[in-house]
């Protein structure tokens, strides 16, 4: 079974270390997303319709909202990956160009070879995960000097600019109507009949014009939104996960429980288990401080 050994959650994003041994299904992240072999066997992760290898000597690129999946094989070998998903916001307040790490296209290819002073940088991030427990400011600087080195490796930034949103943008005002509905129907099971009721549109137009505005499937689109909902709510810990299984529309706690794991490679119980929400440490820090 998969594990995570330990995750950090912040204003940044996710970092994580996961010990995988089970395949992940097609999904996405509303994150600019970076998966690096930490150690354990060579992998594959598949980023669109494309196989492509995590090896010591490659990172695998998935740009915002890209569907992917990891292609683990049955009876193979376990590899431990440290998995970036980093909010583009966190980037753009860094370097205003940055903010195009929300973009299409932002890496323009889906895996790349790492340079030494990368898998220096990763090797480092992945040690201070695993043993030193450090503060956010140093979790902070140490991600965003690896971010840093991969952005100017890998990201077509220059091209894109720093006028582009931190997030794909719905043009078409019915398609953001289609997303209004689903961000405030995430307790409920999806119903491609009320989403395109909602925008205004046929089921197959709706289907077409979302994929076209947004390069993913409205189910897919709703699936990110509840699962980076399920994620928050597991982090923040005010909320059991049988709690979190209702809210979220789900019929028995053993169906979050199973799909949580398949979006992410392991249970919602155990997320929290390893969990460490930087901004509320940080928080803490300050009112002390300040008492």
């Known amino acids: 079974m998969s594990k995570a050994m330990r995750i950090h959650q912040g204003s940044f994003g996710r970092v994580a270390l996961l010990d995988m041994d089970n395949a992940l299904i097609h999904h996405a992240h509303p994150h600019c997303h970076v998966l690096i072999k930490a150690s354990g066997a060579d992998t594959r992760f598949a980023v669109g319709d494309q196989l492509h290898p995590l090896r010591d000597d490659t990172a695998v690129l998935v740009n915002s909202w890209e569907a992917h999946s990891y292609a683990h094989q049955p009876g193979a070998p376990r590899t431990v990956i440290l998995a970036l998903y980093i909010e583009p916001r966190w980037l753009g307040a860094m370097q205003r160009e940055f903010n195009a790490s929300g973009s299409p296209g932002f890496f323009a290819q889906s895996c790349g070879e790492l340079t030494p ?106 699936n990110v939104l509840r699962m980076e909902a399920a994620i928050d709510a597991m982090a923040a810990g005010q909320e059991s996960a049988t709690e979190v299984s209702g809210r979220l529309g789900f019929s028995a706690p053993s169906h979050f429980s199973r799909f949580f794991r398949n979006h992410q490679g392991v249970t919602p119980t155990e997320y929290r288990r390893v969990v460490t929400l930087l901004d509320r440490q940080e928080a803490g820090r300050q009112g002390a401080g300040h008492a």
């Not at 450090?134 to 979790?139: I, Q």
């Not at 999806?190 to 009721?197: E, I, L, P, Q, T």
């Open 117 to 222: 002073y990368i898998r220096r940088l990763a090797d480092r991030m992945a040690a201070e995960l695993l043993y030193d427990d450090p503060s956010g400011d140093r979790m902070e600087q140490a991600l965003f000097d690896l971010m840093i080195a991969i952005i100017d490796r890998f990201s077509e930034w220059r091209t894109l600019g720093g006028t582009r949103h931190a997030a794909p943008v719905a043009g078409d005002f019915r398609i953001r109507q289609a997303i209004r509905f689903m961000s405030g129907t995430l307790g409920e099971e999806f119903d491609a009949g009320r989403v395109a009721a909602a925008a205004g549109l046929s089921r197959a137009h709706m289907f077409r014009l979302f994929q076209q505005t947004m390069a993913i499937t409205p189910a897919l689109y709703f």
